[in-house]
């Protein structure tokens, strides 16, 4: 058993753990290569603008993140075509599918990007070329292999001559074109076959050498091999489907309805979740998980023990259906908490309005343990996750709830990604995240941004200003972006770009955004007037941070528009992390270098070199 997964950038251990994996198998199988074109691999794809070929990596994982295979492929977009650099299995063990799973992995995400198709070489049947009748026949099975998939050799060109005369084995350079009717144009097929031989034997060939290449390309349209080794048999077509990495991991709360404030104006209720996931299903991105159960103590590691056993010993006692509004703020004495557990109530909380009863312990805890799902299903490859959850948590305090919230959940998933790497939090509830201020404001670990109407209008009131930035040691890592009551999806885009761009500096390993969808047009609780579009182009902004990210639901009351709003914000950002490349503006350093390196080229030295690509 193995399954197959993108691996983005070297963020979080599971990812180091099968880079280094990759790496120990490239050093086995590949003794040749150039020690640095291993250690570049996790700069390669952590900044994927810097190198002309932007690498993607697929591991095939066994059981324990053991990585059987991998395949190294490198995408051009400017002239739209794919390079298969390696695919490999580890040595310990080869077939069992892997090579094929891997290849036809390979060529979905070179259909998905839109590429002409997918090059590669690939050492020649031919025994005019070859004379080791051993390396001879491993190489027809290798050419065997990829014609099953319709890729095969380019003819009728000069790309098998030597770099020196009387090099052996030259590679073929092998054209997969993804099971297309198209042709490949000669005009095109120059381009890319100089900008293989410059990139990666830039060093090596002469510049007469590629000039020579390039223009045996004479056919028009470029001409492929017959079909050797098949009949009529090739599986060539193939299905773009989002792969697993690309699925949005989906947590929603089962017991979220046990929590409902009947009385008027609650406007947090039940079915706000339903009308969020009938909408967000239809998009087939999401994928539903089964939520896990956490031990309390996560809940203490960010909330006040005594807060946590106040609100599950009150609920318990709550008649059913009955509500315990907080009445008395001994604000003024906190060392003598009231000894009456319903009148208590305010020496804990910061409103009014926000009610305990029989289930809310209950319904806060299941929001946590859905966040912390989530939040693992990161740390064990997602890129995004998405915890759909009720109450909300971002107004809860260290030791303090309100503002419909009990427990900060994305607070506590946070402490919990935390020991994982540096955390940032994005709030973009219409209303300030003071719990998650108030719980973070001494770290700078966790970097802590909030979005939100200024408080001299909007709940909380009493923060969310700009001169709160983090005390002590967290100084400088806590920003709030107070906007006017009145405001445009442009305005708001300034701050998000703003925000977006803090959190790129800071080098988050992990991201958290807490979703208010109560920046919306006609939200009850809010003044703003976001519309569809606005969310959508605010996810792709978040998208294109291309981070790991965990998305915890918060506020959002509109009924009416919740799900098209959740629907086109979470589109947005599938689209910003996986199609549209740096909107926001960051330096990427694209133009900087166009990166020239000795890969170790069997056309140099090809009978040291085991073969690339090496099928298993
Ligand atoms: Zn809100």
């Known amino acids: 058993m193995f399954r197959i997964r993108r691996i983005y950038d070297d963020l979080l251990p599971i990812d180091r753990n099968a880079i280094a994996q990759v790496q120990d198998i490239l050093r086995e199988q590949f003794p040749l290569l150039p020690k640095e074109k291993v250690s570049n691999i996790p700069d390669q794809l952590r900044n994927p603008f810097r190198y002309r070929f932007r690498s993607i990596l697929f591991v095939a994982e066994g059981i324990k993140a053991r990585v059987k295979g991998f395949a190294l492929l490198q995408h051009v977009p400017d002239l739209r075509f ?89 590679p073929y350079l092998v054209f997969d074109n993804l099971g297309r009717t198209m042709s490949l144009d000669r005009d095109l097929a120059r381009r890319i076959v100089r900008a293989i031989l410059e990139t990666h034997y830039g060093n090596l060939c002469t510049p007469e050498y590629i000039e020579r290449v390039v223009g045996s390309f004479t056919d028009q349209p470029v001409r492929l091999r017959e079909q050797r080794y098949t009949k009529g048999e090739q599986r060539s077509e193939v299905k773009s489907i989002p792969s697993v990495e690309k699925r949005i991991a989906l947590v929603v709360s089962d ?51 005594k807060f946590v056993e106040y609100l599950k010993r009150v609920c318990e006692n709550v008649e059913p259906g009955e509500s315990v509004y907080p009445y008395v703020f001994p604000i003024r004495n ?24 029989e289930k809310a312990y209950f319904a806060a805890k299941r929001a946590v343990d859905c966040a912390l799902t989530a939040a693992r299903k990161i740390l064990e490859g997602y890129r995004l996750a998405y915890a759909l959850v009720r109450p909300p948590g971002h107004h809860a305090e260290r ?59 909007a709940y909380p009131y009493f923060s969310g200003f700009e001169d709160e930035r983090g005390e002590g040691a967290g100084a400088g890592f806590n920003v709030n972006y107070p906007l006017p009551e009145n405001l445009t999806g442009e305005q708001y885009r300034r701050s998000l770009a703003r925000a977006l761009r803090r959190i790129a500096r800071y080098k988050a390993n992990v991201f958290i955004v807490t979703l208010g969808l109560d920046t919306a047009k006609g939200d009850p609780t809010g003044t703003w007037s976001l519309a569809p579009k606005d969310f959508n182009i605010n996810g792709r902004m978040i998208g294109s941070l291309r981070l ?50 000795n890969v170790g080229s069997h056309k140099s030295s090809p009978s040291q070199i085991p073969g690339l690509p090496c099928a298993v």
């Open 82 to 170: 794919c390079y298969l650099d390696f695919i490999s299995a580890a040595s310990y063990r080869t077939g069992g599918g892997i090579g094929g799973a891997l290849y036809q992995r390979v060529r979905e995400e070179a259909l998905s990007l839109d590429a002409v198709g997918v090059f590669f070489e690939c050492l020649p049947d031919d025994s005019n070329l070859c004379k080791d009748p051993r390396i001879l026949k491993q190489n027809a099975e290798r050419l065997r292999f990829y014609e099953r998939f319709g890729a095969r050799p380019i003819v009728n060109t000069s790309y098998e001559t030597p770099v020196k005369p009387g090099d052996e084995c030259p």
């Open 255 to 305: 017991v979220h309805s046990i929590h409902h404030v009947h009385e008027r104006g609650y406007v947090e209720s039940p079915v706000r979740i339903g009308a969020i996931l009938k909408e967000i299903e239809s998009t087939g991105l999401f994928e539903r998980a089964n939520i896990q159960h956490f031990s309390e103590k996560h809940i203490k590691e960010v909330h006040d023990g």
């Open 334 to 357: 906190m060392a003598r908490p009231p000894k009456e557990l319903p009148i208590r109530a305010g020496y804990y909380c910061i409103d009014t309005f926000t009610p305990l009863n």
């Open 399 to 457: 030791r303090a709830f309100g503002g419909f919230c009990y427990f900060n959940s994305a607070a506590i998933a946070a402490q919990f990604m935390s020991t994982y790497g540096k955390v940032a939090i994005l709030d973009i509830d219409y209303h300030h995240g003071n719990g998650t201020y108030d719980i973070f404001r001494h770290r700078s670990d966790v970097l802590t941004l909030s979005i939100h109407g200024h408080p001299h209008f």
């Open 548 to 597: 790991p990210t965990l998305v915890v639901q918060e506020g959002g009351y509109r009924i009416r528009t919740l799900g098209t709003n959740a629907r086109h914000f979470f589109l947005g950002l599938w689209e910003g992390m996986h199609r549209f490349p740096n909107p926001i503006g960051m330096k990427t350093g694209k133009n900087r270098e166009q990166k020239r390196e």
